[in-house]
């Protein structure tokens, strides 16, 4: 089983913040990592997929990076919308994280 | 647009049976891969099962296998999760969610249904 582990698990930051949220693979899995957010009550929206491609719609501020077994989910400038809980997923055997709650400082 | 929406969740005795519906709509529904993603309370997701197109492939995660079933029925456009001898760490938000191909993300998901599995 592929497990994946994102650090740090809460994360708190001011509006206008750069924040970084990494993701390792526990084997590679070449670029086949997507990455969501999700807000409290709703379900997971795709953000990233294939590591650092933007899904439409999605925010130029967001932004993926990696291969293999590490990646990265930055986002430039957080903005209040952004407050959520993000996973990162992959998707040869579609395993997630455990998440990253980026909570208000 | 596209809507994914799931039904059929309540509260089950341990060892009991509950079946989900997911009744989708906005998209060629026989085109896509499609699956259940759950998340416990206060927990993170996991995926749970896949099933391919035409119904051909289907792929669970360890601790569901030979008691849960996915299974679609194209004419109708709906995904199915038949949950038999259901347990307390069954207890979850149960999503349907779709994917183009078996190397994709899920790119839409419903709104959720409830399983509380309790005596």
């Known amino acids: 089983d592929i497990q994946m582990t994102q650090s740090p698990s809460t994360l708190s930051a001011s509006v206008g913040d750069r924040v970084t949220i990494t993701c390792r693979a526990s084997?590679?899995?070449?670029?086949?990592l997507a990455w969501y957010q999700q807000k409290p009550g709703k379900a997971p929206k795709l953000l990233i997929y294939?590591?650092?491609s933007l899904e439409s719609g999605v925010p130029s501020r967001f932004s993926g990076s990696g291969s293999g077994t590490e990646f990265t989910l930055t986002i430039s400038s957080l903005q209040p919308d952004d407050f959520a809980t993000y996973y990162c997923?992959?998707?040869?055997?579609?395993?997630f994280g455990q998440g990253t709650k980026v909570e208000i400082k | 647009e596209v809507q994914l929406v799931e039904s059929g969740g309540g509260l089950v005795q341990p060892g009991g049976s509950l079946r989900l519906s997911c009744a989708a709509s906005?998209?060629?529904?026989?085109?896509?891969?499609m699956s259940w993603v759950r998340q416990a309370p206060g927990k993170g997701l996991e995926w749970v099962a896949n099933?391919?197109?035409?119904?051909?492939?289907?792929y669970y995660v360890d601790s569901v296998k030979g008691r849960f079933t996915i299974s679609r029925d194209n004419a109708k456009n709906s995904l199915y999760l038949q949950m038999n001898s259901l347990r307390a760490e069954d207890t979850a938000v149960y999503y349907c969610?779709?994917?183009?191909?078996?190397?994709?993300?899920?790119?839409?998901w419903g709104q959720g249904t409830l399983v509380t599995v309790s005596s």
């Open positions: 969610a779709r994917k183009y191909n078996w190397n994709e993300p899920f790119d839409y």
């Open positions: 906005g998209f060629t529904f026989s085109s896509y891969w």
């Open positions: 099933i391919k197109q035409d119904g051909s492939e289907k």
């Open positions: 084997q590679s899995i070449s670029s086949w």
């Open positions: 294939k590591a650092s």
């Open positions: 997923q992959q998707y040869i055997t579609w395993t």
